[in-house]
RNA sequence: CGGGGCGUAGCGCAGCCCGGUUAGCGCGCCUGCUUUGGGAGCAGGAGGCCGGGAGUUCAAAUCUCCCCGCCCCGACCA
């Protein structure tokens, strides 16, 4: 394997490409368009999913299982949801050596199963609302797939709430879409653009879908986690109706949201720099690595006992670390390696510093190198590790905010997006127009924005008046 | 599905155009010694159905045909 990556600045998709792998998160399985997640990638997922579960049960929501195939003939009950879907679908026509009188579609999604079965659990008013999320692996056949971002198999979460009233659940859509938020900022270090989509680029079988949007290194868009007001449309598909107070029958409300492995795709590329990886220390799987540097037995024994001292305090404090024993190679490798991986904080500790005291503390993000006594360095290091939490974030917020430009005409649009980055401008125009822009700048419209930094102004098509602002780009 | 690239050791590649003894190189791996504060050095060693099949030939990694697979770029999508 040769040392480093191929600088971003050559190419974007080869550096995303390297760092994934040299980084050791994820690799390449023997089937076309899967991946296998590797323990380091894996973590990462943890990370963001433990985060999420804690939120989830917060608000009220249950986690359950609902299996994986699925009869073909549910997705086809609600019409957008099949024709958004059918195209690639995995099906299974053969079990215990004949073939099935029904296939069976491997999940793409879980809405047709689960509200197949809410009908079953729904009568009356007393039973909503319900709120169900199960984290689950789907399948969709993509014609092209790239580590994390699009893979033919890949892990998420999807919520299924059930409600008495529209109201309840596109609040219940909007909740869901700020604990995304909550994740991104305070998780990730990534800032989000919270919106609702277009007609043209909502979720199959949704009213309303609600979306954060990020801005990656190369300056294009990454849609980060979706949320769905889905009004009565599975609910009327699968027949799914409760008793109200006034002993009325009425279609239940529904709500659905995921967010995905591709993620981890996201950390990768909005914080990664041609060493390779940075991670926020908050989603980080060590926080510190130590690096303890010896050449005999009695260096040894005096550094590891200040090694010691430190690992003991770690734990003390929470601190994941993780200290890097190897004796087969050397410390020059290994402060390669994981800046590579990644760690937001690495300790180097040999003799000179074990005589002193002290200790050798250099930041990922910033590369700053300095030498620290003892107790100096664990009584500043969670602030350290907060400080580095929020710089990089505030260093993305002002990569996109320096990338993003107002645009008025058409032309201008044009111009931001072939550069790159992100048009903010306001919108009154058509599904047609929308089309006839993607296919002449590739970029489309990211979000209808929630916070606008103007009330309104003329669209930037028809120039007619118009109150929703939004963002075109390129996106992944 | 369209365009491009590539299948030779665990990984990255050379060799192929112009067929010819034992198929090379770098990294990694194993053993030993010396090393260890920014990807260590030397010595020795292990490891190949040259993607698969069929053909041409005295002889195929190399030429011909067919097949399979992967990666990258587009259209589709989290």
Known sequence: MSKGVTPRSKDYAKWYTDVVQKAELADYSPVKGCMVIRPYGYALWEQIRDFLDRRFKETGHVNAYFPMLIPESFLRKEAEHVEGFAPELAVVT???????????????????????????????????????????????????????????????????????????????????????????????????????????????????????????????????????????????????????????????????????????GAVIMAHGDDQGLILPPRIAPYQIIIVPIYKNPKDKEKVMGLVSTLEKAFKEHGIRYHTDGRETVSPGFKFNDWEMKGVPLRVEIGPKDADKNGLMRIRRDTGEKIFLAIDDFMNSCKETLEDIQQSIYNSRLAFREANTTDVATYNELKEVVEKGGFARTFWAGNSEMENRIQEETKATIRCILFEKTKESGPCVMTGKPSTEQVIFAKSY
């Open 94 to 264: 053969h079990g215990g050596g004949k073939e099935l009188e029904e296939p069976l579609v491997i999940r793409p999604t879980s809405e047709t199963i689960i509200w197949s079965m809410y009908k079953k659990w729904i009568n009356s008013y007393r039973d909503l609302p319900l709120l169900i999320n199960q984290w689950a692996n789907v399948v969709r056949w993509e014609m092209r797939t790239r580590l994390f971002l699009r893979t033919t198999e890949f892990l998420w979460q999807e919520g299924h709430t059930a409600h008495a009233t529209g109201e309840e659940a596109e609040e219940e859509a909007h909740r869901m879409i700020d604990v995304y938020r909550q994740l991104c900022e305070e998780m990730l270090a990534l800032p989000v653009h919270v919106g609702r989509k277009t007609e043209n680029e909502k979720f199959a079988g949704a009213v309303n879908t609600y979306t954060i949007e990020a801005m990656m290194g190369d300056m294009r868009a990454l849609q980060a986690g979706t949320s769905h007001y889905l009004g009565q449309n599975f609910a009327k598909a699968f027949d799914v109706k409760f008793q109200t107070e006034d002993n009325v029958m009425e279609y239940v409300y529904a709500s659905s949201w995921g967010v995905s492995t591709r993620l981890v």
